[in-house]
């Protein structure tokens, strides 16, 4: 979020350096003046779309599902038969392989290949009873190799509204690739052995449903997005406030060796020199939405700084900066800002050094959105100290400077912010924490309102940028 509150910063310092610059060197004592009707409050703002995509590095993830699919799949009381019937009895194992992941939009596909072994025992009986030795035939015993199976599971991921994983999983297909033939019984039984499989992986499917369904990720969001209703502590650039209204979720899908989705939120952000949260406590969060995959940051954004709160981040930022004016050296002791009515404020620069004095200007700052300028049509100066004001005044303020200041005095901000871009894009390229780094770039930056009150400046800021979240796995 730096990316709106920096321009903040540097516009409204570059708008002070440009006024003690041209009232320094103005040969007028007035400029004229210009007058134009301003609304008592700004627009209301679209509202903010944040979405970010999540790249989260898979080997961790896949060596826990490693632990969760079974390692080999046998019947009921291995290695003793299990007996049909009087006449017929047998056992099998099935051991896997590791384990094939795919994902594309939540539909997650899991293949293993693996290999089986069955052994099988026949008589005859009478009255229910075995009236014969029991004849046995295998495959996959002693010197004899196993024989080999593919199986593949499909399960369907959803994000419920209550921030709930359902996942409805299934056998997708299970093929024998080499038959077991037990000559002794001049039979095919490789379809015992493939319903055997196939109705424990039934069991081992409908197990693990039931387990994620049991889960609940709510928490987690709640506490996160909580501290979206309460305010931030971003230092000198004042207290953000995030509010959002609605928090969706797009489709997950695995590509390389990375699981990737996308999170967002829809939001009206405020950023504020007033440090008090007003909503105390988050009681419900808003249904979680499960949505198309996008990504980028729309955000509109509404500042509102008390002229207190600006007079002391200029005072900090100007304090004690030093001018070099023909051969003089004039000290910057204090800035002070504050509204005047008529959407006007008044700049008081205290100076000291070879000179002492202070330097009034007053106007009203206007906005040209196309342009993206910050103009002070109608800016006047005054001066106070007599030191100041016989010394400086004869040889510094000529025509030709208060021509300048009568309708066309401006600050570049499209410049502004193009000079300061790289630093921007730096704050969004950098490891948040231990193992997650953020990736991104600002592509563009402008201010569409701005509106002097007579206790606070007004600015609303439209940023355009991309970011993502990747981790490397570690948790």
């Not at 055997?196 to 081992?204: E, L, P």
């Not at 201010?447 to 940023?463: D, H």
């Amino acid at each position: 979020m730096n990316v709106c509150y920096r321009i903040k910063y540097f516009s409204v310092i570059a708008f002070i350096c440009s006024g003690i610059f041209l009232a320094s060197c103005s040969s007028s004592k007035k400029a004229a003046s210009a007058t134009k009707h301003f609304a008592d409050s700004l627009p209301s703002l679209p509202l903010s779309e944040i979405d970010i995509p999540l790249k989260i590095y898979a080997p961790p993830i896949l060596a826990k599902a490693e632990k969760v699919v079974p390692k080999e799949f046998a019947s009921d009381g291995w290695p003793n038969y299990i007996q049909q019937s009087c006449d017929f009895r047998y056992k099998y194992r099935f051991v896997r392989s590791g384990l094939t992941i795919s994902c594309t939009n939540n539909n997650i596909g899991i293949q293993f290949t693996g290999n089986y072994q069955l052994s099988g025992s026949r008589c005859i009986c009478t009255a229910d009873k075995p009236v014969t030795p029991w004849i046995s035939g295998s495959c996959g015993f002693g010197k004899e190799p196993m024989r080999r199976m593919t199986v593949s599971i499909r399960s369907q991921l959803n994000f419920l509204p209550a921030y709930q994983v359902r996942t409805t999983t299934s056998l997708n297909k299970l093929q024998a690739l080499d038959k077991c033939q037990v000559s002794f019984f001049s039979s095919d039984v490789t379809q015992l052995v493939l319903d055997s499989v196939q109705s424990s992986v039934a069991a081992f499917c409908s197990t693990l449903d039931s387990t994620i369904t049991g889960l609940s990720f709510a928490g987690l969001v709640h506490e996160a997005a909580g501290k979206g209703y309460q305010k931030t502590n971003l230092g000198k650039y004042g207290f953000l406030l995030l509010n959002p209204s609605a928090i969706r979720i797009g489709q997950l899908n695995y590509a390389r060796d990375s699981f990737n989705i996308q999170t967002g939120i829809t939001c009206r952000p405020e950023l504020s020199s007033d440090s008090i949260n007003h909503i105390n406590v988050l009681s419900t969060l808003p249904m979680l939405d499960q949505k198309e995959n996008k990504h980028g940051i729309l955000l509109y954004l509404d500042a509102n700084y008390e002229y207190t709160f600006l007079s002391k981040l200029l005072a900090d930022t100007l304090r004690n900066k030093a001018f070099e004016i023909k051969g003089r050296t004039i000290v910057v002791k204090d800035v002070q800002m504050k509204g005047i009515g008529n959407h006007q404020v008044e700049l008081r620069i205290d100076f000291a050094g070879s000179n002492k004095g202070s330097i009034f200007l007053r106007g009203t700052p206007m906005l040209d959105t196309a342009k993206q300028a910050l103009s002070v049509p109608d800016i006047s100066y005054s001066l106070e100290g007599k030191d100041l004001a016989l010394k400086l005044a004869r040889n510094l303020f000529r025509n030709k400077i208060r021509k300048t200041l009568q309708g066309k005095s401006y600050l570049d901000i499209g410049a502004l912010v193009k000079s300061n871009m790289p630093l921007l894009n730096e704050r969004l390229n950098r490891q948040l924490t231990k193992g997650v780094y953020s990736t991104g770039k600002t592509s563009d930056i402008k201010l569409i309102g701005l509106l002097a009150r007579e206790n606070s400046m007004e600015v609303q800021i439209f940023v355009a940028a991309d970011i993502s979240i990747s981790s490397d796995g570690i948790f």
